[in-house]
């Protein structure tokens, strides 16, 4: 008669799977809660003890690390050495292991969660046996997912086998499985120790969509998120409407959310190719976006806009008459989903405004490599804010320049960022110099930048970007501040009356 060793937490199916195994001839090995649900099912159960002649021990932590366990699953099935060596230890083959793990993520996801009942639930035999099955895959058919039962139970009715295709494939999940865990519990137990650069790092992510390509459509691609990512997150967003998304949206979309997250009043920011075109505020959404719209009604066509309010049925009329390619919002009135569900290919998403934000690394790969750092979450409530120049600015200029800096931080370096009070009036990014990205921003704010104000995400190397500004009628400008040549640009503000604030931090964005 062959074994299978069923242990599991997620008790998913498990009572019906083992049925079927029985029916087919199994001996079923069971420990604790699974072995329990299975007799009071009515099914005939061997308790690990039984097998290995030893009770469970230290409240469970040891009931299946034993070689009568562990020499069932590691033995060859086609090494004559091998069952020799069974024979003489009187060990009996296992051929088939079902084990899910310990529920460790969903403790540590617990806000109460002590470090005690964490460690407690990092489970120890069952990523043994799992490890142990897949190392044997060729001899042992091994399952850590529910989803695979019927598969396995339909092969071993066509054939009394599992073909070694499969075996491999779920080998393969299973490595997948145990390493994401290790993962999670390497990441936990190096945040508990307070470890800020480990000489390693392991991050495990779940597939959330495959993708139809990448940013091109020769590249294949798809969409991971963050088991214990945050929520607030375009990776946590619900679709309501529209086509699925693609590489270039999720890309757009999460900058969009970037953004808009900074503002408190009722905001509207357009986004294109990774780069704010428009921001707004006002008093509604409808009233931010139309500030959105009429910073660039150019190039916000085929973007994306994000809302930190509600989309009432005033702001999806506004919408509705331009094409855009989604739509992020905490919420739609019914009103606003029937305006813009009308347009069929538009993605409507909404985020929980309110979920608790994640202290996530960011992480860039390099060919060969990995780049982790923290996110940039500095404010300029934060920073240690001085006005070198002779003329402070004025209430309504701070107002702002707060704006124009909470948007610059967001834009590819090197940029420049012209607005007003309420809107954004010209974006200049990702120029190979300073000026380059001033001119671009103050050439698309035209006569609008007379008066407005200039937000630069790093300092200024020499005077020619102040000098450009104050040709423009620029008034009052926001900047790092650091550079060895600050005193030529301060000594140039002052020559044309403007304005000028250090904030002491920059906002490289590459």
Not at 392 to 414: C, Q
Request: proline share 4%; glycine share 8%.
């Amino acid at each position: 008669m062959k074994r299978a060793l069923i242990s599991v937490s997620d008790k998913t199916g498990i009572v019906e799977f083992a049925k079927q195994l029985v029916d087919l001839g199994y001996e079923i090995l069971s420990t604790g809660g699974t072995k329990r649900i299975l007799e009071e099912n009515g099914l005939p159960v061997t308790g690990v003890d039984e097998v290995t002649g030893f009770p469970e021990i230290l409240e469970g932590r040891v009931k299946t690390l034993h070689p009568f366990i562990h020499g069932g699953l590691l033995a060859k099935g086609n090494d004559p050495s091998h069952t020799k060596q069974l024979e003489e230890q009187g060990i009996q083959r296992i051929e088939l292991v079902c084990v899910n793990l310990y529920p460790f993520q969903k403790t540590i996801e617990k806000p109460s969660v002590t470090p005690e009942e964490a460690i407690e639930n990092i489970d120890i035999g069952g990523p043994a046996m799992l490890r142990a099955s897949a190392k044997n895959h060729e001899s042992v058919t091994v399952i850590v997912d529910s989803a695979d039962y019927d598969e396995v139970i339909s092969a071993l009715r066509d054939s009394g086998e599992v073909p070694l295709e499969t075996k491999r494939r779920l080998a393969a999940k299973v490595f997948r499985h145990t390493a994401s865990y290790d993962a999670l519990i390497a990441g936990y137990m190096t945040e508990l120790a307070e470890e800020e650069q480990p000489e390693r790092v392991t991050f495990t992510y779940e597939l959330k969509q495959p993708l139809r390509y990448g940013e091109n459509p020769h590249q294949k691609a798809a969409f991971y998120a963050r088991p214990l990512g945050s929520k607030f997150s375009i990776a946590h967003a619900k679709q309501l409407h529209g086509k699925e998304l693609s590489y270039n949206n999720i890309h757009d979309a999460d900058a969009a959310l970037q953004i808009v997250k900074e503002f408190e009043e009722p905001a509207a920011v357009a986004v294109k190719h990774m780069n704010p075109c428009g921001v707004g505020i006002g008093e509604s959404a409808a009233a931010a976006f139309a500030k959105a719209y009429e910073a660039d009604p150019t190039s916000i066509f085929g973007g994306i806009i994000a809302f930190n309010r509600e989309v009432d049925a005033d702001t999806a009329n506004k919408l509705r008459e331009i094409f855009l390619e989604i739509i992020i919002a905490p919420s739609f009135t019914e009103e606003a989903l029937d305006i813009l569900t009308a347009k069929k290919n538009i993605r409507l998403l909404t985020i929980d405004f309110h979920a608790e934000k994640v202290r996530e690394k960011m992480l860039t790969s390099i060919e060969g490599g990995l780049l982790v750092q923290d996110q940039d979450e500095h404010t300029l409530a934060e920073a240690e804010v001085t006005v070198p120049t002779t003329r402070k600015p004025t209430d309504d200029e701070m107002t702002a320049l707060k704006l124009a800096w909470k948007v610059v931080k967001h834009v590819k370096s090197n940029a420049i960022v012209v607005a007003d009070q309420s809107m954004t009036l010209g974006v200049g990014a990702g120029q190979m110099n300073r000026v380059g990205a001033a001119k671009i921003a103050l050439e698309q704010a035209g006569e609008r930048a007379n008066g407005a104000v200039l937000a630069s995400d790093a300092f200024f190397p020499m005077s020619d970007t102040v000098e450009e500004a104050a040709r423009a009628g620029i008034k009052a400008i926001i900047q790092p501040g650091g550079s060895i040549r600050d005193e030529d640009s301060i000594q140039m503000a002052d020559k044309h009356g403007i304005a000028m604030v250090f904030t002491g931090v920059r906002h490289f964005k590459h």
